[in-house]
Every structure is written in C-alpha cells, then in structure tokens.
C-alpha cells in the first residue's frame, strides 16, 4: 500500500522560510508526478507545485518566485523550499503523487501545518 508522509511544517515569522519533505513507501514504481497542495481555513484545496519525472515543475501565481519543487534524491521523495513567506501561506500542506502523467492524484499525504505569523 503507497503512502506519503510530509514533514517540515511549522509556525515561522512572515519573511521567512521552511523546507516541506514527502517520502513515499510501498511503491515499486517511480511516480510520474510528485506535487504540493494546500488547504487554508475556510478555503478549497488548490495546487501549490508540481513536478514530473521529467523535471518539469508547475506553480500556483501566488507562489511563483518564492517556493520552488524539486525531486529528493531518494526515488518517489519530494522537497517544497518556501521563502520570503507570508500570512497567507498559513495551510495544511498536502502531498500529492501519480503514477499517470495528467489527470488527479491518486495518493496523498496526511498533511502538515504551516503557520505565518505576521
């Protein structure tokens, strides 16, 4: 059975940074996309990042030059660095994985809370 487990999460000051991991298990295959939700209170679940096996990565406008994706160096691991953060970053951060190359993800992750105090 896949999981994802998130780690990294935390309360940080706005203007600062922290680095969300997610590590698969139970999976002998590589995903093909690895990505990053997010859930603030009140709100829908919206895309954060993705990224393909192919290290093409996608972002929501609202992050674009501050949080970047990237793959771990372990297979089926992903890294979300998030800097110069703001209140509005304030979520339950949620990873996401696929075997497919378009379409929903099929596995996901517990979530972990970040915190931006202002």
């Known amino acids: 059975q896949v999981q994802l487990v998130e780690s990294g999460g935390g309360l940080v000051q706005a203007g600062g940074s922290l680095r969300l991991s997610c590590a698969a298990s139970?999976?002998?295959?590589?995903?093909?996309?690895m990505g990053w939700y997010r859930q603030a209170p009140g709100k829908g679940r919206e895309l954060v990042a993705v990224i393909t096996s192919r290290a093409v990565t996608k972002y929501a406008d609202s992050v674009k030059g501050r949080f970047t994706i990237s793959s771990g160096n372990a297979k089926n691991t992903a890294v979300l660095q998030m800097n110069s953060l703001k209140p509005d970053d304030t979520a339950v951060y949620y990873c996401?994985?696929?075997?497919?190359?378009?379409?929903?993800?099929?596995?996901w992750g517990q979530g972990t809370q970040v915190t931006v105090s202002s």
């Open positions: 996401a994985a696929d075997y497919s190359t378009v379409g929903g993800f099929d596995y």
């Open positions: 139970g999976s002998n295959l590589s995903f093909n996309r």
